[in-house]
């Protein structure tokens, strides 16, 4: 049972280039979702699907697309990189709303956009 | 007003030492919450969920004010491996997390 993973764990980009960031998980969660960790930001959210097939925009979403290709993968893209999206990525997967509610995360991808 | 806002720290306390720290959130309504505790910008792991007044795991403890609006994190006798970030959680359609409190505990 690998949880939430991701790649790739580190990317340097130079400005106007285009890569994609995958995310998997193997729980079997509905909800999944993208995020960036900036110094001092917190955790802001850039897209989430509640489940397969739907996806909706965070708090962040500008510069970014997303798919939801089946169950287990949410994948990021990023049309056109810019400085301004150096960051961690996180994604995330979440149980359920109620009582379990828990998130979990993958380890992140460490970008840099020269 | 955010949703969630915490006390960024740092909090430098010694080994054995208690700290606690408080998170205020917006939302009157929001009935559950959680803290998470982020080691080095590594990914973030729940450490322990608020339902109703409170609750305790060990030397963690969280209590939740709900007329005041805020939970707050205790931590007993403080070790080495207590440094972390801990961020505060408040759920909705999606999960609001605080800034995150730093936490650093010295031999």
């Known amino acids: 049972n690998a949880g939430v993973t991701q790649t790739p764990k580190f990317q340097v980009l130079k400005t106007g280039q285009s890569m994609t960031l995958q995310c998997a998980q193997d729980?079997?969660?509905?909800?999944m979702y993208w995020y960036r960790q900036d110094p001092g930001m917190g955790l802001r959210l850039i897209y989430y699907s509640a489940s397969e097939g739907t996806t909706d925009k965070g708090e962040v979403p500008n510069g970014y697309n997303v798919s939801r290709l089946n169950k287990r993968e949410f994948s990021l893209r990023l049309e056109s990189a810019a400085p301004s999206q150096t960051s961690v990525y996180f994604c995330?997967?979440?149980?359920?709303?109620?009582?379990?509610?828990?998130?979990?995360f993958g380890p992140g991808t460490r970008l840099t956009v020269l | 007003r955010k949703e969630v806002e915490q006390d960024p720290g740092p909090f430098n306390v010694p080994e054995g030492a208690t700290v606690a720290f408080n998170c205020t959130y917006s939302?009157?309504?929001?009935?559950?919450f959680f803290w998470y505790r982020q080691d080095c910008r590594k990914e973030p792991k729940l450490l322990m969920s608020v339902y109703s007044s409170g609750n305790e795991d060990g030397r963690f403890t969280a209590q939740l004010n709900r007329a005041s609006q805020y939970i707050s994190l205790l931590i007993r006798d403080s070790k080495l491996s207590d440094s972390a970030t801990y961020l505060c959680?408040?759920?909705?359609?999606?999960?609001?997390f605080g800034a995150g409190t730093t936490v650093t505990v010295r031999a």
């Open positions: 939302n009157s309504a929001s009935q559950s």
């Open positions: 959680v408040v759920p909705r359609w999606k999960l609001s």
């Open positions: 995330a997967s979440r149980r359920s709303l109620g009582a379990s509610d828990t998130q979990y």
């Open positions: 729980m079997n969660h509905n909800s």
